[in-house]
């Protein structure tokens, strides 16, 4: 009579082990409270130090006095699936994996006069027609720019903008992918951006895991 009731704690034990490891979190969930955005990433991406990623971003000496108002101006966050991580692989032409920047911008009253559904489509490269042109008149060293999607977003309320995928070609002849995501408040003061990007072989083959990233990016404005 022993034997059942010692299967059935076995098996009671083994369903625990089971449900136990499916609970385990397999990504890692990124917020910023005091300006509502969230996103996630798979737990084998790793954060990358802001500082090194600032130091990319903007040319100032880090201790200048313009350096300290971009950082009271802008969140950023980084996160690389590179075995390596390092901030430089978001401006490399190498993209063997995904690399994703989320930051969040107050914008200043002239950013703020100028601000359109292009200039976010053109927050980081020149996407827009109009900004091509412009950068092809001036040697913009990247070329066989392709759209491979452009949609006007309101993703919740409160904010509205731009989520566009487009590739790349480097003088290298590497081919990358950019998916990009920018939106702007309604009142016009802030700028929430995310940016997944890798080659495009790169992008193909973890479609579903950049998705999953570029999907999870959420704002909630009071």
Known sequence: MRQPKVALWLGIAALIIVLTGCGQPSYTYVKNSAEKTYFKVPTQWRQVDRASIDKLITPENPDSASAAVYRKLVWSVGFDADKSPSASHLLEADGNAPFVLVSVSQLTAAQRDSLSLNSLRDVLL?????????????????????????????????????????????????????????????????????????????????????????????????
């Open 126 to 222: 020149p996407v827009s027609s109009d900004a091509r042109k412009a950068a092809a008149s001036n040697n913009f060293p990247l070329t066989g720019f392709e759209l491979l999607a452009d949609q006007v977003v309101t993703p919740t309320k409160g904010v509205h903008g731009v989520h566009a995928v487009y590739n790349y070609a480097f003088p290298d002849g590497l081919v990358q992918t950019y998916d990009q995501t920018a939106y702007v408040s309604d009142d016009i003061t802030r700028v929430y951006f995310m940016l997944i990007i890798c080659s495009t072989r790169c992008h193909s083959a973890r479609s579903g895991e950049i998705k999953r990233v570029a999907d999870s990016f959420t704002v909630r404005r009071p």
